[in-house]
């Protein structure tokens, strides 16, 4: 470049003297001197042979270039990313194949295509920005993520870089743009956060279950938590019932140890009559999941008693699962029984496997504990003889309190609360003083590495694990630990991490394996690079091809290596190989064979790139489609995948038939095998009026996701049926997910019936308190009524009572003063000692009506005393009268406010009998009968016409109208029967509710 530069100065200077001698020449003379003229064509000629060589050099670096250009024309033609070349304003000057392929570009690129076609509207604001800051020089390059609208109008995510072209200026007359797609791992993004919604569903549903894990590792009481595991497994699965059964591996018998939902009879006569048959009896023979469908005509119950059982506990399905410990043993048998046939999904299943693993799991510890227990001694003197030390500390890591082993802490016991100062090494004594002060806070196990004094004075590292012991309280009664000698293994871990850090240096400028290899390839003789090919010295000798090459895979290594080794070509190929840690891993190796001068195969000279990551991708992809195929074959919904077809506007006219799964097979009776591949149209011409076509071609359009409930009765079904759609766009085809809502709809309408006859009760129930409210509005004038009644009748026991007495000892006063104006004193005496029981029977009287007024018995003692008390005071006055009293109720039983009333009704009721029926015999009954509350009184007396009475004024004399009204007051009924010399019944009845309880 220098000498062109030099050749460039002396060509200027050259023509510069030939011009000036030129301009001398047609100035002075026409007629140049000789000696000028020969230098000057001895110049010319000189500079000619330059120039000749000049344009021999030009000539090379133009074909030099010329390659360049082609092999650079084709690395930025056939580059994996999109490569574009802008105008200012963003037309799209130039593209690669990967571009044009994204773009929807298939022929040539035409002109005036504007790159901002394809942004998708709500990303061209952004990447105008982008322009903005790159033109200003904000940034030297762009970065960001764009959505582009492709020619077949489908979707894609690209992450590009811009970067402004500049002129000889330095202004920006174009862009430089390079794309990545991000299409593919966007949508497998979005596939995972989908998984994750989906786990965080059953995460949720499982909060029981973490809940009864927090109980198995705090609860001793193994029929407790096993309970708790029960109900939970009712609970998630909708079962009716629930039982777990004990496996006794000596007499191979099962007993219930934990149920729900079933009565008691059922546990006896399981562990009774059920040995050996029933579905829990056949999975302890298979080992393995059983469920019955329909328990009646299974051949596992038909014939046994297990069916009669069943049957009388109104079982139709079963699902029994074994319980099997960790070893595989089996410990017991969990089942779950439906009332209705019912088909298991796998999710419940699964949760049902996760609950039963608890169960195993808690029956095995329990089975564990004796035999722990008779182990312990052993286990003592075993740790004697054990490398390693077990020890007893306090609370607070004060005191140890005890040791067990080999002396690794010197002197502890004897020094108190100085061990720790003085056993373990200055340097880690905070750390080990902060990790006992966390575990003491948290309660969790300690676990730590930390150096420590030995006898001879010299420090030695130990691991140190102590687990807390807790009373029922949750306080830290001690720690119980174990601590073993790793001073060996921590030198050669430190050795180890050296020669790591030699080695680690050695390979970080590759980022895979350089590998030699032996001609027959049972030799790795050195490696350079990762830890995934291990070489001869690793494994000490021997076929390294047997030894690191899984076998399934040697016929198709040792052909391809034959095919290399006989077309003298490179080894390319992927394969498996066991790695420096035995894990099995992918790598892409691609080999040169090395030969002598006579053509002699020496070696193979390679590279290894581990593809481990890359294989687990694409297993995993294939994984997640298989899942996805699965659950589309099993879902009970409709699944269908269409692929719009478009006329030349690029209108959706018509869909092509991609995929349906069985459900919506089974829901429009087709079959996939004559439908996937043809028009929806020609299929089902009719169809074009629906409105769920309607749907799918605005979907189609717009992008927009839509739900549709709607009935249809097309020629696709059998009959009407309504049916709910959610029509999604996925990429260009559109997916619609399928639901029969029939039944729904069906519940929807008789829930809409149901409660139009709802609304009519309420009205009907609305006028019946209209009326009652009526009524009631009339109880003031009622009570006004009953008080003078009441007044009436007790001025009627006045006089007919106390008024007669009182006259007659008026009357016996004013003779007894006559006798004693005649001097009779011993007359008179005997006069005046017949007042005394005169006097008692009118203050009995004069106590009985007051009584009656308001017995205080009734408020001390209730109800059921002041009718005792009552009775006893109807005996002492009606002597020839049995008056018999039942009670089936208990006090508690009966409403405070409606005691009074009841009293009244028995008291005017039993008035009535011993006064005006002429009975000898009445029963008084109190009862609480079929919810309601009763109260009865009969006699056998001259009975009545209970009409006739009830028409006349007789009815406000014997009080039947207030018992009546006292009765409807809090909701209840009198019911009066009654013939003439057939005695009479009264019966009153109030209902026995909360409401009426707390009247």
């Known amino acids: 470049m220098v000498s062109s530069y030099i050749r460039q100065e002396k060509f200027d200077e050259l023509r510069r003297r030939v011009e000036e001698i030129l301009g001398n020449r047609n100035e002075q003379s026409q007629d140049p001197s000789g000696l000028d003229v020969t230098r000057l064509i001895h110049e010319l000629e000189a500079r000619q042979v330059e120039l000749e060589n000049r344009n021999e050099e030009l000539r090379t670096a133009k074909n030099d270039l010329q390659e360049s250009i082609s092999l650079y024309g084709d690395l930025y033609e056939h580059a994996p990313v999109g490569y574009l070349d802008l105008s200012l304003d963003g037309l799209i000057a130039r593209a690669n194949s990967a571009a044009r392929k994204r773009l929807g570009i298939i022929s040539h690129l035409p002109p005036d295509l504007s790159f901002h076609a394809f942004i998708h509207t709500g990303d061209l604001g952004k990447f105008r920005a982008l322009m903005r800051r790159v033109g200003k020089g904000e940034e030297e390059k762009g970065t960001c993520g764009l959505r582009i609208v492709c020619k077949d109008q489908a979707e894609a995510i690209i992450q590009l870089e811009l970067s402004p072209a500049r002129d000889e200026e330095r202004k920006v007359k174009g862009w430089r743009l390079v794309f990545v797609d991000m299409t593919e791992r966007k949508r497998a993004e979005q596939k995972v956060v989908e998984r994750k919604e989906h786990l965080r569903a059953e995460l949720k549903a499982m ?30 699965s909708g079962a009716d019932f629930g039982a777990i059964q004990l496996f006794d591996g000596k007499t191979s018998m099962l007993s219930v140890v934990a149920q729900q939902g079933f009565p008691q009879w059922w546990t006896d006569s399981w562990n009774m009559a059920c040995k050996g048959r029933g579905a829990c009896c056949t999975v302890v023979k298979r080992r393995k999941r059983t469920v019955i469908q329909n ?60 609950f039963g693993r608890h169960a195993a799991d808690i029956i095995e510890r329990a089975q564990l504990v004796e035999e722990l227990r008779r182990r312990e001694e052993r286990l003592r003197a075993l740790v004697q003889a054990s490398s390693d030390a077990i020890y007893r500390i306090s609370p607070d890591w004060k005191e140890i309190r005890r040791i067990y082993g080999f002396d690794v802490i010197l002197g502890a016991e004897s020094q108190g609360g100085y061990w720790l100062k003085n056993c373990i090494h200055p340097d880690d004594q905070m750390a080990m003083l902060a990790k006992i002060n966390e575990s003491m806070r948290t309660k969790s196990i300690l676990e730590h590495e930390y150096r420590f004094s030995r006898a001879d004075g010299s420090f030695g590292w130990r691991f140190a694990r102590a687990i807390p012991l ?36 050695l390979v970080q400028a590759s980022s895979d394996v350089i590998y030699q290899m032996s001609p027959d390839w049972k030799e790795v003789r050195r490696v350079f690079g990762r830890d995934h090919i291990v070489d001869m010295e690793s494994i000490g000798g021997g076929n390294w091809f047997q030894k690191h090459i899984p076998p399934e ?40 064979p090395l030969k002598d001068a006579n053509g002699k195969l020496l070696g193979w000279f390679g590279a290894a790139s581990d593809i481990t990551q890359r294989k687990q991708a694409e297993n995993s992809l294939r994984e997640s489609e298989e899942r996805f195929r699965v659950a589309q074959e099993l879902s009970p919904d409709g699944f269908t995948i269409f692929r719009p077809v478009r006329d030349a506007a690029g209108n959706v006219t018509d869909f092509d038939w991609v995929y349906e799964n069985p459900a919506i097979a089974r829901m429009t009776g087709s079959d996939p095998k004559e439908i996937v591949g043809r028009r929806l149209l020609d299929i089902l011409p009719g169809y074009r009026a629906s409105s769920f076509f309607k749907a799918y071609r605005h979907v189609a359009q717009t992008g927009e996701t839509l739900v549709l409930e709607d009935l249809y009765g097309g020629d696709s079904v059998l009959k009407p049926t309504w049916f709910r759609v959610a029509v999604v766009r996925m990429g260009g085809d559109i997916a619609i997910l399928t639901q029969d809502i029939s039944a729904r709809k069906k519940m929807e309408e008789e829930l809409r019936r149901s409660q139009e006859e709802l609304e009519k009760r309420v009205r009907e129930r609305t006028a019946s308190l209209e009326a009652a409210n009526e009524k009631l509005r009339l109880v003031p004038s009622k009570l006004i009524e009953v008080q003078e009644n009441e007044s009436k009748r007790l001025a009627s026991d006045l006089h007919d009572s106390i008024g007669q007495t009182l006259a007659a000892l008026k009357f016996r006063i004013e003779h007894v003063s006559t006798v004693v104006r005649d001097g009779k004193a011993k007359e008179a005496d005997r006069l005046l000692g017949e007042f005394v029981p005169i006097i008692q029977r009118s203050i009995d009287e004069t106590r009985m009506i007051s009584m009656g007024l308001k017995p205080t018995v009734l408020s001390e003692q209730g109800l059921l005393a ?78 009545m016409d209970v009409g006739y009475i009830l028409k006349s004024t007789a009815a406000k004399s014997l009080g039947l109208i207030g018992m009546k009204e006292r009765a409807e007051i809090f909701g209840g009924k009198l019911y009066i029967e009654s013939a003439l010399e057939e005695g009479a019944r009264v019966r009153a009845v109030w209902p026995a509710t909360e409401d009426a309880r707390s009247l």
Request: hydrophobic residues 45%.
């Open 470 to 505: 807790l009373d029922e309280n949750g306080k830290i009664l001690e720690w119980f630990g174990a601590a073993s000698d790793i001073t060996q293994h921590k030198q050669a871990e430190n050795a180890l991490r050296e020669s790591e850090e030699r080695f680690r240096a």
């Open 207 to 236: 909060a029981r279950l973490q809940k009864i894990s927090s109980m198995c590792a705090t609860d001793g009481a193994m029929g407790t938590v096993l309970g708790e595991i029960v109900d939970a497994a009712v609970a998630i």
């Open 866 to 943: 002041a009718l005792e008390w009552y009775r006893r005071q109807l005996l002492a006055v009606y002597s020839k009268i049995h008056i018999e009293f039942e009670t089936a109720i208990q006090e508690e039983d009966i409403p405070e406010a409606l005691k009074i009333a009841m009293f009244r009704i028995a008291q005017e009721a039993l008035n009535n009998s011993c006064k005006h029926s002429g009975a000898e015999w009445i029963d008084v009954r109190v009862a609480l009968n079929e919810g309601n509350i009763e109260l009865v009184i009969s006699d056998d007396g001259i009975g």
């Open 553 to 592: 895979d040697h016929p198709a290594m040792l052909a391809k290596i034959g095919e290399c080794i006989r077309s003298d070509s490179i080894f390319e190929h992927e394969h498996r190989v066991l790695r420096l840690d035995g894990s099995p891993g992918w790598v892409f190796s691609r080999a040169i």
């Open 295 to 354: 328990v009646e005509e299974s051949p596992v119950f038909i014939g046994t008693p297990a069916r009669d059982i069943m049957v009388r506990a109104g079982v139709k399905t079963v699902q029994c699962t074994p319980l099997l410990s960790r070893s595989g043993v089996l410990v017991g048998v969990f089942s779950t029984h439906y009332k209705v046939q019912k088909r298991l999904e796998e999710r419940t299943l699964r949760l049902l496997d996760m």
